[in-house]
């Protein structure tokens, strides 16, 4: 019997649609121009999942991506534009919105990138420069 949790997410129109198996590994911000600027947002809410625990469920051939960088590969719907995943290859990860996985609790653990931030957060957490040395970064924090 499966016991793990799952949760369903969409882009903005519903043209497609995928499940994530288990847990996030990470919920967080990200303050990064480059996630502000794809978020057209002050600060990105995100989720990192391992690749295997995403599944899409509806609409695969309707996803387009985008590479910027070579770590960094950004998925959306091509009908509405709505954002899906960014996949990271060489972290091994899939980065999901958290706005796009409607059933899952946010419940962040930490800031990154946040010597970029436009929008000051008060809220106790750590807040890392760039991000921590596990994942490839200084390992930093910076003062609230």
Same mark, same amino acid.
């Given at each position: 019997?499966?016991t793990?949790?799952?949760?369903?997410?969409?882009?903005?129109?519903?043209?497609?649609?995928?499940?994530?198996?288990?847990?996030?590994?990470?919920?967080?911000?990200?303050?990064?121009? @480059?996630?502000?600027?794809?978020?057209?947002?002050?600060?990105?809410?995100?989720? $990192?999942?391992?690749?295997?625990? *995403? &599944? /899409?469920?509806?609409?695969a051939d309707?996803?387009?991506?985008?590479?910027?960088?070579p770590?960094?590969?950004?998925?959306?719907?091509?009908?509405?534009?709505?954002?899906?995943?960014t996949?990271?290859? @060489?972290?091994?990860?899939t980065?999901?919105?958290?706005?796009?996985?409607?059933? $899952?609790?946010?419940?962040?653990? *930490? &800031? /990154?990138?946040?010597?970029?931030?436009?929008?000051?957060m008060?809220?106790?957490?750590?807040?890392?420069?760039d991000?921590?040395?596990?994942?490839?970064?200084?390992?930093?924090?910076?003062?609230?």
């Amino acid at each position: 019997m499966n016991t793990q949790p799952k949760y369903q997410g969409s882009c903005f129109c519903g043209a497609v649609t995928f499940t994530v198996t288990t847990q996030p590994l990470l919920m967080a911000y990200c303050h990064c121009e @480059s996630c502000r600027h794809w978020s057209a947002g002050p600060v990105s809410a995100f989720t $990192l999942w391992k690749p295997e625990t *995403l &599944h /899409v469920t509806q609409g695969a051939d309707n996803i387009d991506s985008y590479r910027k960088t070579p770590g960094s590969i950004r998925k959306w719907c091509r009908s509405c534009g709505g954002h899906l995943f960014t996949e990271h290859p @060489s972290m091994g990860v899939t980065d999901v919105p958290a706005a796009v996985i409607p059933e $899952l609790k946010f419940e962040p653990a *930490l &800031h /990154v990138h946040y010597q970029e931030t436009v929008h000051r957060m008060t809220d106790g957490l750590p807040k890392m420069k760039d991000l921590p040395a596990e994942a490839g970064g200084s390992g930093e924090q910076i003062r609230e």
